[in-house]
Every structure is written in structure tokens, then in C-alpha cells.
């Protein structure tokens, strides 16, 4: 049964089906102290399971809260969504900004982390980000393609 929540807000385009682009966006609390090997690890982990299942997207860290912006079809993405749910490196996972996507944004990257200095400067209010602003999101995304395009 799928999770309701985790469909985009708007209706499919006119012709789309599952299989085409959606974006699911979730902040949640890091319950491991990461050492910077330990978030590379995860991120290599991660970047060769999304290359294989058609996901791209970035992750923001501050140094307690992840922000992940996932783009990709619809079933691969609420399937990851679910695994990272029930991951016990993460707690109070909050999802928001779900939609379909036109085009991806991070179409360059399977996964890109971003680090705890350039997050609390793109994002110093991450602790707070929970989606009650949509636009806020895709500003985030609009500001870390600039930094990672520097």
C-alpha cells in the first residue's frame, strides 16, 4: 500500500505515467556523530545505489540534520524514501515538497553532499525547513546548484 503523503501534491501532467520524474524533499535528525569518513562512506554508498535505481540529488548536512532533495521516478524514490525512514541514522524524518518534476535539477549528480560549513551558510535555518514554505526549497536547490556550479 503506498503512503499517501508521499505522492506529489499536484496531479500527473496530461501523458505522464509512474515511471516519469518526481521530487520528494525530507529534514531529519542525524542520530550518529558522522566523522567525515563515515559521511563519505554513506554518500559512495548511496551514490552508486541511485545511479543503479535512476535517482539523482543532493544532501545538505549541518552536523545534526540531513536535508535530502531526491529526484527520480516515482516507485524508486518512495521505495528509498521508506529505507531511509526506517534507517537508524536518522530520526524525526520529516517529508515535504513532494511533486512531479518536469526536468531534474540535479541531473548531474546521483548523490552530492554538501558539507557542514557551505550547508549553515546556504541553509542556517535548516533545523526549522519543514516544508511550510514550498518556494523555500526550491531556493535551497536554486542556491546549492550555484555553489556546486562556482
Not at 524533499?25 to 554508498?45: C, N, P
Not at 540534520?65 to 520529516?94: K, M, N
Not at 536547490?141 to 562556482?150: I, S, T
Request: proline share 5%; hydrophobic share 45%; with cysteine.
Amino acid at each position: 500500500m503506498k503512503d499517501t503523503a508521499l505522492m506529489p501534491e499536484r496531479p500527473q501532467p496530461a501523458g505522464q505515467d509512474s515511471s516519469d520524474l518526481m521530487t520528494l524533499s525530507y529534514r531529519s535528525l542525524a542520530m550518529d556523530d558522522f566523522t567525515e569518513r563515515a559521511i563519505a562512506g554513506m554518500v559512495a554508498q548511496a551514490q552508486r545505489f541511485n545511479a543503479s535505481a535512476g535517482i539523482t540529488g543532493v544532501l545538505l548536512y549541518d552536523g545534526c540534520y540531513f536535508l535530502q532533495i531526491l529526484e527520480g521516478p516515482l516507485e524508486q524514490v518512495t521505495r528509498l524514501f521508506a529505507s531511509i525512514r526506517e534507517d537508524g541514522r536518522h530520526a524525526a524524518v520529516l517529508p515535504f515538497a513532494v511533486r512531479w518534476l518536469a526536468q531534474r535539477r540535479f541531473d548531474d549528480w546521483s548523490m552530492r553532499l554538501i558539507g557542514p560549513l557551505a550547508t549553515r551558510e546556504l541553509a542556517p535555518d535548516l533545523a526549522r525547513i519543514d516544508g511550510a514554505d514550498p518556494a523555500r526549497i526550491d531556493r535551497l536547490a536554486a542556491d546549492v546548484l550555484g555553489l556546486l556550479r562556482r
